[in-house]
C-alpha cells in the first residue's frame, strides 16, 4: 500500500503543467452597432426588405410608405438598410428615397408624397362573384402607370382581374418630390366587389 501511495506521488511529481490559458479573440466590431451613413424613406406602398441585394434574395420582412431607414451600405441598385427592430437587410434603391437634407436648396421644390392628377373610375360589373382583387402597379416620374401586376383576386373572377387592371392603368398620378426630384414608385390598388 504504501509503495502505491510513493508512486502515485512520484507520478504526480512528474507530470508536466498545462500551458497557460490563453485570452479568448476580441471581436473587432458588432454589427449591431455599425454606423449608419445616412437615410432614406421608402416611397413605395409596400416594400420587401431582403435578406441579400438581389430580388431573388429571401425576403426579411416587408416596410411601409414613408418608413425612416438607416443607410449601412449600398451596392449595384440595391442599399443595405437597418430596421427600427435593429435587423438590418437589402431594399431596392428605386422604391426609397434619400431624407431630405436640413437645409433645402432655393428654388428646389419641397418633398410631397403622390397624389392623384386623374383618380381611378371603378368599372361596374354583371359577375356574381365576391371578393377583393389586388393590383400593383408601377409608376414612373411623370405618373404614368406603366405595369400592372394582380397580387390576388379572391373573387375567382379573371375577368374583374382584368377591369381592376384596366381601372388602374386608366388613372394618372402626380409623382412623389424627393431631394428635388419626382420618383417613380408602387402604388398597390385594392378593389371589392
Known amino acids: 500500500m504504501r509503495r502505491l501511495i510513493a508512486i502515485t506521488v512520484l507520478l504526480a511529481g512528474c507530470a508536466t503543467a498545462p500551458p497557460p490559458a490563453t485570452a479568448p479573440p476580441v471581436l473587432q466590431s458588432d ?44 451596392e449595384k441598385g440595391w442599399i443595405r438598410v437597418r430596421l427600427a427592430s435593429g435587423e438590418s437587410g437589402w431594399v431596392s ?56 401586376k394582380v397580387i390576388s383576386n379572391s373573387t375567382g373572377d379573371e375577368a374583374l382581374a382584368f377591369l381592376t387592371e384596366r381601372e388602374i392603368k386608366a388613372a394618372r398620378f402626380i409623382a412623389p418630390v424627393r431631394d428635388c426630384a419626382t420618383r417613380s414608385f408602387i402604388f398597390t390598388y385594392k378593389r371589392s366587389f
Open 93 to 148: 434603391a428605386q422604391h426609397v428615397s434619400r431624407d431630405a437634407p436640413a437645409r433645402r436648396r432655393k428654388g428646389c421644390t419641397p418633398d410631397s408624397d403622390y397624389s392623384f392628377a386623374k383618380t381611378p373610375v371603378p368599372t361596374f360589373s354583371d359577375s356574381g362573384a365576391h371578393g377583393l382583387v389586388v393590383v400593383e402597379a408601377t409608376v414612373d416620374s411623370k405618373g404614368n402607370v406603366m405595369s400592372t
Open 31 to 74: 454589427t449591431t452597432t455599425e454606423r449608419a451613413s445616412g437615410s432614406v424613406r421608402v416611397s413605395a406602398s409596400s416594400l420587401n426588405v431582403r435578406a441579400e441585394a438581389s430580388s431573388t434574395a429571401a425576403i426579411v420582412t416587408k416596410v411601409r410608405r414613408g418608413t425612416k431607414l438607416d443607410v449601412l451600405g449600398e
